[in-house]
């Protein structure tokens, strides 16, 4: 069996959603601190509903398709939605990930989780803070 889906490849050939949102309603950045890959989610939020995401990842070909992946997943879709996105939703919509390199799909879970940590904090909404477990002790997005 290969190493990769054809998904995956697919999405690490032509992934989709790169680039940037100049006005985004929230930005995350997160990274891994083991293998040094960086990932940068935007997203913009209208009425509680994700209309556009955009997505940067200087990374491995697996952070590249999980972020792309990831994208598809929550574009169009309600806030609560994204929320409750997990790495493992992400793996399985690319048709599996191998096991050393499921991390990579843990960076795109943060990523948006960052994101709309953001977009939180920038407009008072108040959230359940236990949502983000990592956010204390990790640092890298504030
Ligand atoms: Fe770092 Fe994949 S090896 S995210």
Redesign the pocket.
């Known amino acids: 069996m290969a190493l990769y889906s054809e998904k995956v490849m697919d999405h690490f050939r032509n992934p989709r959603n790169v680039g940037v949102i100049e006005d985004a309603s929230g930005v995350g950045e997160v990274g891994?601190a083991?293998?040094?890959?960086i990932m940068k989610i935007y997203l913009k939020i209208d009425n509680d509903i994700i209309t556009d995401v955009k997505f940067e990842t200087f990374?491995?070909g697996?952070?590249i398709a999980s972020s792309s992946m990831a994208t598809e997943l929550i574009k169009g879709r309600p806030v609560s939605e994204a929320m409750a996105l997990t790495n493992k939703a992400v793996a399985q919509a690319l048709d599996g990930l191998p096991p050393h390199?499921l991390?990579?799909s843990v960076?795109a879970e943060e990523g948006i989780k960052a994101a709309l940590k953001d977009y939180f904090d920038k407009n008072n909404i108040p959230y359940d803070k236990s949502q983000f477990p990592d956010c204390d002790s990790c640092g890298h997005c504030h």
């Open positions: 891994n083991v293998c040094g890959d990374g491995c697996s952070a390199k991390h990579c960076l």
